[in-house]
């Protein structure tokens, strides 16, 4: 049984950080960005994140797992066909690595091979379902397994998608197609966090709210214009703009989202982007 | 219907290269409709293969150029002036360009790009609202496609992108679950949501397609 699952099963509050693996092979600096890591309960590694290319998820969640860290492996229907997906789930726990996320992942025009084909084979609710189809010792086309994995799957969640309903109907099939636990999208207001948790109330999984450190205002006008899902409000980009230090003012912002999860979720998923190092401050 | 563009005049001066003398053909059905192989294409063709120092040997609208057969039976009706050129030119989709190249011993080049089935907003606009992917579940989602409207051909609901009812690849398009949402809504049923879609057949759209009545349908 993982960490992360014992401690989400005993009511503990949760603290998971974020580290993206290299465009390239040397592994150096996401490994130091981990060391930094105190009290996380796992690292979370993304997956061709904005859909970039780069080393796998898997290789560097296997490589971290193998040094005794644990990891929640992002996965994304984006880049894999359904194949490709369950053969990667399988290598997933010949490694040990048990947390996932199950994402359908950002379109592949927002990365660096826009020209790519986006493949799509499943959506996130179909993923979790195999995922839950492998852990009960079949593949997808009904065939037994040799060794059955264990897994926590995890799915995502944007608790300020528009229309609400609408975007609550996936996280109930979500639910009901196994997902252990969910991560929000960044969580930039109070209010909105609140009316989801009172949402997810009756479906009794623990949610563990996504808080994204922006370091400038520049960063949250690039952030609200080029990745989906993420709405920086825009009181906040002026905080950033008029602060002395902007960094500084980011690292509050993300306090006071902490805060406001301490009150409503299970856990913190902090996406820190090369500032490992404040996570102390943020979690203070 | 086929959506069909001209090529850029560039990439055609290129696949032309070759050749001094071609045989123009052109499609009345699709190609027509998007003023991409109709006659008047076809004449403006001919003009632009004069300014290149070419000449046209002669010209043919067939009446759906995909149909393999009246292909070939226009082909014949022009056999001297498809005899006279150095290649073929076709100003149809990639399927009307297979039946002439099917037809001919002679080189064809192709001169559109064929992009998509396309639905008729009004003429000159078209839209893909079908992929053709042999696995229709229209009738749960109210009659919108989300295999084709949806960017990322989703069968459960909305990604984490969607920001006020709008597609995360294009802020200008409605997401189409959305739509799909509204509509049942408004139908007072609960279509797709009722169940969690299975993965996709994707063996039902046949690649390549082939299709035959049975004896006793034609």
Redesign the interface.
């Known amino acids: 049984m993982s960490f992360l699952s014992e401690q989400l099963g005993n009511g503990q509050f949760v603290v998971t950080a974020e580290i993206a693996p290299p465009k390239g092979t040397d592994l150096s600096e996401a490994l130091a960005a981990v060391e930094k890591l105190t009290g996380i309960t796992a690292v979370n590694v993304t997956d061709n994140q904005g859909a970039n290319m780069r080393l796998s998820s898997l290789a560097l969640a296997a490589r971290l797992q193998q040094q005794g860290t644990e990891t929640v492996l992002q996965l994304t229907?984006?880049d894999r066909n359904?194949m490709a997906l369950q053969s990667d789930l399988l290598g997933a726990a010949s490694f040990g690595i048990e947390n996932l996320l199950l994402?359908?992942g950002?379109?592949s025009?927002?990365g660096d091979h826009p020209d790519s084909r986006?493949v799509?084979?499943?959506?996130?609710?179909?993923l979790l379902?195999?995922a839950a189809g492998l852990m009960a010792g079949t593949d997808?086309a009904g065939k037994s397994l040799d060794g059955v994995p264990e897994f926590f799957p995890g799915a995502?969640?944007?608790p300020a998608?528009?229309?609400f309903?609408?975007?609550f109907?996936?996280v109930a099939?979500k639910v009901?197609?196994g997902a252990r636990f969910f991560q929000t999208?960044s969580v930039f207001d109070r209010e909105i966090l609140e009316r989801f948790m009172l949402a997810m109330q009756p479906l009794q999984v623990p949610v563990i709210a996504g808080v994204l450190l922006i370091r400038s205002s520049r960063m949250a006008r690039f952030l609200n214009d080029n990745i989906?899902?993420v709405?920086v409000p825009e009181t906040l980009v002026q905080r950033l703009d008029s602060a002395e230090d902007s960094l500084a003012e980011g690292v509050e912002i993300a306090r006071e989202a902490v805060a406001w999860a301490r009150e409503h979720c299970q856990g913190v998923h902090l996406m820190t982007l090369g500032h490992e190092d404040r996570i102390p401050e943020i979690l203070s | 219907m086929i959506i069909s563009e001209l090529k850029p005049y560039e990439e055609l001066q290129q696949a032309l290269a070759d050749f001094d003398k071609l045989f123009i053909v052109g499609c009345a059905a699709c190609a027509t409709a998007c003023k991409s192989g109709g006659e008047d294409e076809v004449f403006k063709f001919q003009e632009w293969l004069n300014e290149q120092g070419k000449d046209a040997t002669g010209s043919v609208i067939i009446d759906e150029a995909c149909h393999i057969a009246r292909a070939a039976r226009d082909l014949r009706h022009h056999k001297a002036a498809v005899q006279d050129a150095d290649a073929l030119v076709v100003l149809a989709c990639g399927s009307g360009i297979q039946s002439i190249s099917s037809n001919v011993d002679k080189q064809v080049v192709g001169g559109l790009n064929s992009m998509f089935l396309g639905n008729v907003r009004r003429f000159g606009q078209y839209e893909e609202m079908c992929s053709l992917c042999g696995d229709c579940i229209l009738n749960e989602t109210a009659g919108i496609c989300p295999v084709t409207t949806c960017a990322k051909g989703l069968l459960n609901g909305p990604c984490g992108g969607m920001a006020d009812g709008h597609c995360e690849v294009d802020a200008e398009i409605e997401c189409a679950w959305s739509l799909i949402f509204e509509r049942l809504k408004s139908q007072q049923r609960q279509g797709v949501f009722a169940r969690r879609v299975p993965p996709k057949n994707w063996s039902r759209r046949f690649q390549p397609g082939r299709y035959r009545l049975k004896d006793g349908e034609s």
Do not use: I, T, Y
């Not at chain 1, 799509?120 to 179909?126: A, G, K, M």
């Open positions: 229907c984006r359904r994402l359908s950002d379109h025009k927002f986006p799509f084979d499943l959506d996130s609710v179909q379902d195999m997808m995502a969640v944007n998608a528009e229309p309903e609408l975007m109907q996936k099939k009901d197609s999208q989906p899902g709405q």
